[in-house]
């Protein structure tokens, strides 16, 4: 019983640090990423299509992203929804290619940048606590139905402290490494 309550918290924890990961890469650096734009919606005849479903993206220069798509028809909804999604760039077509040059970031918008990783980074960290609260919870009907003794409660209490812990950790590795990527010159 107490395995399969840790069991589905350490799996929407592991859930949690990944979504954070996710949002975390949405966040643009100095360099082409892209997984800022792969989940792009596109307008693709009528429907919203992610970005990634229509074009291949590849990074051929560290500051430059390359959008081949795999029908032609679309390029120009592609181009329109890279310009309409509010990351600064300014992308150009050559009729066949989109390429997506990323400009040098100013002091201030990287500022800002960071203190959007770190809003992200605290939006995973209130995940996982959640999580913790709710297996806690669990715990406790536990121990109230009689299942388990105090003393067992107590300890795996303390084993769900040290995962949580153990997971917001991993958020704040991560948010620290994307600090130190956006203020690298």
């Known amino acids: 019983m107490i395995d399969d309550i840790f069991a589905e918290a350490k799996k929407k924890m592991t ?3 990944a979504h954070t990961r996710a949002e975390l890469a949405k966040i643009r650096t100095g360099r082409a990423n892209p997984g800022l734009i792969e ?4 307008d693709y005849y009528g429907t919203k299509t992610p970005l990634q479903q229509l ?3 590849s990074v051929p220069e560290p500051r ?3 959008v081949n798509p795999f029908d032609q028809g679309a390029l120009k909804e592609i181009e329109r929804a890279i ?3 509010d ?7 050559d009729g066949k290619l989109i390429r997506v040059v990323f400009p040098e970031l ?3 918008r990287r500022k800002e940048y960071v203190k959007l990783a770190r809003e992200r980074a605290e939006e995973g ?3 996982i606590r959640n999580i913790r609260r709710q297996a806690k919870s669990d715990l406790g009907d536990l121990f109230d139905e009689g299942e388990i003794p105090e003393d067992e409660l107590r300890r795996a209490e303390g084993r769900l402290q040290k995962l949580t812990d153990s997971h917001v950790s991993e958020v704040d590795d991560l948010v620290a490494a994307k600090e130190k990527d956006l203020l690298e010159v």
Do not use: C, F, K
């Not at 989940?39 to 596109?42: E, G, M, Q, S």
């Open 106 to 108: 100013t002091e201030e």
């Open 39 to 42: 989940d792009l919606p596109v």
């Open 64 to 66: 430059m992203l390359l």
């Open 125 to 127: 960290r209130v995940a």
């Open 87 to 93: 990351l600064g760039l300014n992308p150009s077509n």
């Open 83 to 85: 310009q309409g999604a």
């Open 55 to 57: 074009a291949g993206i």
């Open 15 to 17: 859930s949690a640090v």
